[in-house]
């Protein structure tokens, strides 16, 4: 393949929840673009048609293909954007590459399973293909569970990206521990990380409760979480208390909420100062002056800008909670010890570690923005050197194939309609046209229907099987 000259670079991004589209589109433009002048902040990929880069979206449909609604609050516009199956996805990779402008960059946020699926479809479709992009994946944020799983699904990749230097260096153990090529590990950080710094105390002084739609997942412990907001509210009347919450009953994100904080707060007597609310986590953030959460990546964010953070340790600190990512990190507490007024105090080598704060937009180090924005080079310099590689890029190269995972392999590509060779097996949804009025009410209803019985019926049944 020569090296580009063209000004533009054209960037396809495959999604399969709100929360990884947010993810694929803003690394997109952090490891495509030129670095921005100034301090970094959270605007997302240029502009539809603006010179720099064109992005065109995906959405894979599924059960948390994200809604309008979802699209519209996560901020982040394309220049195109449809929904695919992924057969109908590796049909337009296909056509693009026999095109006159093919894509530079594919960037792959999809669950591990997804990306496995994609990465033996694609290796297939480009198989003949003098010319392919250059593949990315990585993760939505912390990295607190199926760690070996997760990146042996995703190698592969061109680049495999890690949004800090302990992922970087967990990561290449991980490849090197199995005997695999660990070169595609590329430390970043996290793409949405920005916007302004805190700068003391909000009139009314603010505290936010940022939810997560699996973290806990039981009732009781979601019902007691919620309660001590409420105590909060209460023993703090001249503040604001804020439940921000991820979505509405109905909708789906990265990960499935049977029993939305919105229903059980519906048969609760909430205080004056505390409300629900929705949005985009940045607005939110603009006027907090405590943020306090399970284990959710806002506190990240909030970190980022010095906002001060409290991960919560009321339910133990324990791996299915994923709140023992923050050990060390100085920001665990207590419920008791908040409503007394203590104020965490992050440690600065677990922040640098993370690649939040100590090199953010925030805080009083001098250079700390410019060290956000360099956190992408090595991302932008492996992609810059592998579009200028002569006569192109190797075949896709997976670590999983039919002789390393013969029992594993063939149920993840069969999820997607994939045989074990990539190609689409007998039966998957018909690729290369729009489906028609009936077909799209049909799967309408089928997707409200599965929502339904995943946040109603479900939960129903597990308790008569209690009784």
């Not at 599924?62 to 929904?83: I, N």
Request: with cysteine; aromatic share 6%.
């Amino acid at each position: 393949m020569p090296a580009r000259t063209k000004k533009t670079r054209r960037v396809a991004v495959l999604a399969d929840s709100d929360t990884r589209w947010k993810w694929g589109a803003l690394t997109a433009s952090r490891i495509v673009s030129a670095p921005p002048e100034g301090p970094a902040d959270t605007a997302g990929p240029s502009a539809p048609g603006e010179p720099g880069l064109r992005l065109d979206g995906y959405l894979l449909r599924g059960r948390a293909t994200p809604t309008p609604r979802q699209l519209t609050e996560v901020g982040v516009r394309a220049d195109s954007l449809r929904e695919v199956t992924a057969v109908e996805f590796l049909h337009a990779m296909a056509a693009d590459a026999d095109g006159e402008e093919p894509y530079d960059v594919l960037v792959l946020a999809l669950v591990g399973g997804g990306v496995q699926a994609m990465l033996h479809g694609l290796k297939r479709v480009w198989r003949e293909r003098a010319r392919r992009p250059v593949v990315v994946t990585g993760y939505v944020g912390v990295v607190y569970e199926k760690l070996a799983d997760g990146l042996l699904l995703r190698h592969g990749a061109d680049l495999v990206l890690a949004n800090s230097r302990q992922d970087a260096e967990r990561f290449r153990a991980v490849y090197e521990g199995v005997g695999a090529d660990a070169s595609a590990v590329t430390e970043v950080a996290l793409p949405f990380l920005g916007g302004t710094p805190y700068a003391g105390p909000n009139d009314p002084y603010t505290v936010v409760f940022a939810a997560q739609p699996s973290v806990p997942a039981g009732r009781a412990d979601r019902a007691y979480l919620l309660e001590r907001l409420i105590r909060h509210a209460r023993l703090h009347p001249e503040r604001e208390v804020l439940l921000k919450l991820r979505s509405r009953p109905g909708e789906h994100t990265t990960h499935i909420e049977e029993l939305p904080y919105q229903k059980l707060a519906q048969k609760t007597d909430l205080p004056p100062n505390l409300r629900l609310v929705y949005g985009h986590m940045g607005t939110v953030l603009d006027r907090t002056d405590l943020l306090v959460t399970v284990s959710s990546t806002a506190a990240l964010e909030a970190l980022h800008r010095r906002i001060p953070t409290a991960v919560l340790t009321d339910l133990g600190v324990r791996e299915a909670l994923g709140n023992h990512h923050f050990t060390g990190s100085g920001c665990l507490a207590s419920w008791e010890q908040l409503d007394a007024g203590h104020r965490p105090v992050p440690d600065e080598q677990w922040l640098a570690r993370q690649g939040v704060a100590a090199g953010g937009s925030g805080g009083d180090s001098p250079g700390e923005g410019e060290a956000y924005a360099t956190a992408f080079d090595a991302a932008r310099a492996r992609i810059a050197k592998l579009l200028a590689a002569p006569g192109g890029l190797p075949p896709l190269d997976p670590y999983y194939t039919a002789a390393t995972a013969p029992g594993y392999l063939p149920g993840i590509l069969a999820r997607h309609h994939l045989g074990p060779d990539g190609a689409p097996l007998p039966g998957a949804p018909a690729a290369g046209r729009e489906p028609g009025p009936v077909r799209q009410i049909v799967r309408r209803a089928a997707r409200g229907a599965y929502r339904h019985g995943v946040q109603r019926v479900a939960p129903v049944i597990r308790r008569m099987g209690e009784l």
